[in-house]
């Protein structure tokens, strides 16, 4: 077992913890949940002002392990480990930092893998569809949990930036800053038409076995790794998938025409492969699905300016140059959408060539935007005190 | 903070709605937000820029101006402020049209390509002016559509924009005598508050 040194601005070895809601919640869709879980993680101090939280939405693959290791033996740290420590962009020396597993999740929180309660095995593809409001609404009541009355900043990229749109939104008397990075008001046709390419990889396999794989002992690996193969690849830009793989050969011989395997096959194979191991089936659906209906604009007439106006928040809008799944335009429809509402918004366009992946990667512009507006915002925390 | 700042921010009214494009380090911005209560945005496209503004709390958008303003709606702003910008962006006359859409007033700024220095350059050396006021090389200049104060004001009346305010400067921002008495001469910088036609 090799000891890790941790590096001085990584949090070390972090014990996620569980909260449970024991009475009934009920999800938009009218169905009932006689209760849940949510695994979640805690980096920094709550202040005795309890006025430092800050909550961390992940996206459509992430959990609660966002920034440290589980253990000192663990190969990789948590996915937004680039952004969350002490001295880092998210600055866990001056913030609470909460990060869960969304409900519905398959990292421990109440979902398709967890156990029905009648106790009949578990829950499968008969898990209720699960929509950003109702996420928003679970993750307020684990901040009831957590004695956090307002949270100093609502962040998320991706689907999780979608959350912090609806934070502001739903709970405005609790959101002092709302950051949305490569996000997007609602899915374009193109966007959920990739989900549902995704969707069908996933329920063509015949392991699927109409997403009842747990009896069977089979798991629908292919299906689930040609999704996050189609995922992977609009995740990322032509220029950016050119330089990192260009047409360099894993093996053969080009001049041959014999065996060949490129570079970029095996990396995607290896991407497929390692999700299909992490990730369960039902809950990639859930989750797509949850993308697929977020639309805050729909309640207000389709006026997004009309649904942000209730918003009291202040909001941080970034998006990236060769992101086309989450495109600059969509960012500019939120900041138009925030000026026309009177809200005070900040938004950056960070010039990146590595497509919608960007806002996971240690950029040093975007570090230097997000960690800028949150120290500003940490200086005039008393302001916003409710 | 800059003196043509203090002089637009004198312009303002309290709590007036004002876009700033080309805002820079938000210096106006900030100072609209401290004394005057004023909910502003400043356009800029220089991430040094855009990081100093919001290390300041400024309302900062990172925008091209040369991709337009035809996001943002009609009368959206009380004063949309432009200052020393209007020479370096691609289509002036667009622009100034675009300002007076969004806002309801707007505050320009930008250096006289008629002052006597530019012309002793141009008229008797024969070389492009690098004068004080404008100190770029003809080669490295962002300076893509010089005028005069008599070229701008002609455009003003083709377009039936209406003059509200005109101030004129010297180099160091103080009203001149000469600089009052013939602008298009002795002044370096001119200020324009402008209405739409009545």
Known sequence: MKDRAFEGNDLGVITPRTFCHESAFLLRSGANLPGFELVYETYGKLNSQHSNAVLICHALSGHHHAAGFHSKDDDKPGWWNNCIGPGKAIDTTRFFVVTLNNLGGCHGSTGPCSARPEGMGNWGPDFPTVTVEDWVRSQALLADHLGIRQFAAVIGGSLGGMQAMQWSIDFPERVCAAIMIASAAKLTAQNIAFNEIARHAITSDPHFAAGRYRATGENPDVGLALARMIGHVTYLSASGMGQRFGRQLKSGDLALGQDVEFQVQSYLRYQGQTFSRQFDANTYILMTRALDLFDPAAAYGDDLVEALSGAKAKFLVISFSSDWRFSTERSGE??????????????????????????????????????????????TLDEHAP | ??????????????????????????DLLSFLQKHKGVNGYGLDVDPANITTCIAKGVNVIEHDLDAGLQDFADDAFDMVVMTETLQSVRYPDVLLREMLRIGKECIVTFPNFAHWRCRLHLGLLGQMPVVQHLPNSWFDTPNIRLCTFDDFERLCREHRYRIIQRFVVGPDYHQHFLANQMPNLFGTIAFYRLGRSL
């Open chain 1, 334 to 379: 939120i900041v138009h959408a925030l000026i026309r509402a009177k809200k005070n918004v900040v938004s950056s366009v960070i010039e990146s060539e590595h497509g919608h992946d960007s806002f996971l990667l240690p950029l040093p512009r975007y570090l230097a935007v997000l960690g800028t507006y949150l120290r500003q915002l940490y200086e």
């Open chain 2, 1 to 26: 903070m800059r003196p043509d700042l203090s002089i637009i921010a004198d312009l303002i009214n309290p709590s007036a709605r004002v876009l700033d494009l080309g805002c820079g380090e938000g």
